[in-house]
């Protein structure tokens, strides 16, 4: 499998900022922003993206939008999560590349104007050699026991209830279920991956043959009991 990550730089509404060190943290102050044509604040280098292990594993894809607080001399003196891809793991990728960028200095006017808030977006995408049509594992839900009051989310893009990363084994086994933070109840996530854990699927094909796969799941309790 090829990594191929795309960098999207978005040159976005710059806020000016004061910084000051306290206490070895960054004190922030943001007047409102003033008229003129602002340019500037888009990353000139970028360390290669470190692709954490665990997101290669399940093949977390996703885009994080960052905020930088970028100065006269084109260092990042702050950055923050502005936009989530919606992966914690990503998320901390993106915020500590951003931390070792360089940026064009911002101006307005053609003037700088000290350090500003710059929005960029980095994209995490996968590409697969050779055949890219690898089936995802297909749920066989008269398979699943376990927990009663728990419903299966058509979508587990969207929706609310516990959201669950997982393998699946080439005997279409689910393994390594991890809990995506949710702000659900720890009864509601254990009794959720216990469901997940009864259940057999079908397992990814690669050429006619089983293969291991990874795949996404939501519960939420069933309101109609």
């Known amino acids: 499998m090829n990594m191929k990550s795309i960098l999207a730089l978005a040159l976005a509404l710059f806020i000016p900022a004061a910084v000051h060190a306290q206490n070895q943290e960054i004190v922030v102050q943001q007047p409102p922003p003033l008229p003129g044509k602002y340019a500037g604040g888009t990353p000139v280098s970028c360390p290669q993206p470190a692709w954490p292990r665990e997101a290669l594993r399940y093949e977390l894809e996703g885009t994080t939008t960052t905020e930088v607080l970028v100065g006269d001399d084109g260092k990042p003196y702050g950055q923050r999560v502005y936009k989530s891809s919606g992966w914690d793991i990503l998320d901390e990728a993106t ?131």
């Not at 390594?176 to 009864?198: H, M, Y």
């Not at 050429?207 to 939420?220: D, L, W």
Request: proline share 8%.
């Open 95 to 225: 915020l500590s590349m951003m931390a070792s960028c360089r940026f064009i200095p911002i101006t307005r006017d053609g003037q700088p104007v000290g350090a500003h808030w710059s929005k960029v977006a980095f994209k995490w995408t996968l590409e697969q050699e050779g055949n890219p049509s690898v089936s995802r594992p297909v749920l066989i839900r008269e398979s699943c026991a376990g927990a009663e009051g728990l419903v299966l989310v058509d979508n587990p893009a969207s929706g609310r209830g516990v959201l669950l990363r997982f393998l699946v084994s080439p005997e279409g086994k689910p393994f390594g279920i991890k809990v995506v933070k949710d702000g659900t109840s720890t009864e509601l996530q254990e009794a959720a991956v216990r469901k997940l854990e009864s259940c057999k699927f079908l397992p990814s094909v690669n050429r006619g043959a089983p293969v291991p796969g990874n795949a996404f799941a939501r519960y939420q309790a069933d309101l109609s009991r």
